[in-house]
């Protein structure tokens, strides 16, 4: 991740000669807290992260700069094991799911959209709901059947099959196939 961001923030020194400290949180929260306690100046949000901080911090986060890359898409799943006879949303009715971070875009707010848009109410239709903090713990439970269900973004959900050498299967569920073709070419 720090390969991915430092070049943004190299650029930014370059050319405004303003240096940083190039950090990550432990999680969505602890930069939340951090920002809106003024630990830190500058943080790359997503757009429902950045709707929450500006809530928390009561108004105080203003918007620097918004990455537009073409064709950029999050893509996020609902992930069950193969063999379970699970052909559609409906069918999780009743067993147990994990999202990731409540303020993941695609471990949390697409996969729980996805449930409403399916008519299933998130809330009472499952038998037990895990929020495990991130994607990878979301997976994890899924590989060790502490969960029939995950909501992740497909990134993690490759990486799990690379680390388990493919012996990890799954069923996705996802709203839009084209953008899952779209993916899995790059």
């Known amino acids: 991740m720090r ?12 050319e405004f000669e303003i240096h940083f400290e190039l950090s990550f949180g432990e999680s969505h929260e ?34 620097l700069a918004i990455r537009v890359k073409k064709g950029s898409t999050t893509y996020s799943g609902i992930f069950v094991r193969k063999g379970n006879h699970l052909n559609t949303l409906k069918d999780l009715t009743g067993k147990s799911i994990a999202f990731g971070n409540q303020y993941s875009t695609s471990a949390f707010n697409l996969p729980v959209s ?3 848009e399916a008519g299933i109410n998130p809330v009472n239709d499952f038998e037990h709901i895990f929020v495990t903090g991130s994607h990878s713990a979301s997976i994890e439970a899924l ?6 269900a995950a909501g992740a973004g497909f990134d993690v959900w490759l990486q799990a099959r690379v680390l388990t050498q493919n012996h990890f299967a799954a069923k996705i569920f996802i709203s839009d196939w084209c953008s899952l073709k779209t993916h899995l070419k790059n």
């Open 3 to 14: 390969k991915s961001y430092k070049p943004i923030y190299d650029t930014i020194t370059d």
């Open 30 to 63: 602890a930069v939340i807290e951090a920002f809106c306690d003024q630990q830190i100046q500058l943080a790359l949000f997503d757009t429902y992260t950045y709707g929450e901080v500006r809530k928390k911090c009561h108004n105080l986060v203003e918007i």
């Open 114 to 116: 996805m449930l409403i």
């Open 143 to 148: 590989i060790t059947r502490s969960v029939i």
